[in-house]
């Protein structure tokens, strides 16, 4: 099992699994234009991909964001959450 951290001042994620996807949820806790850049680039990476349904994008008020990630793309997901410094440790369990 992949465990991640992040920095708990800076946002908060959650994590639930519903069937063959993984909904991740996240709240920036200030508005940080570093932090939305990072967001937006995640974004962009998969939706400039080839395939279409890996990882669907929803951006509500007040700097919460929503995604929705097949399962079989949950490792890449997180790496890019790592690779854009949203979160900041990884390990297997």
């Known amino acids: 099992m992949l465990h991640y951290e992040y920095n708990p001042e800076l946002l908060t994620i ?3 699994a519903s069937g063959q996807d993984i909904e991740f949820r996240m709240k920036l806790h200030s508005p940080d234009a570093e932090l939305e850049k990072a967001v937006k680039r995640i974004r962009d990476h998969f939706n400039d991909n080839d395939v279409l349904t890996d990882v669907l994008f929803y951006a509500h008020g007040h700097e919460e ?8 793309y949950y490792i890449d997901f997180v790496l890019s959450l790592f690779k854009h410094r949203l979160v ?3 390990s297997w369990n």
């Open 14 to 16: 959650e994590e639930d």
């Open 65 to 72: 964001y929503q995604w929705i990630v097949r399962e079989d």
């Open 88 to 90: 900041t440790r990884m």
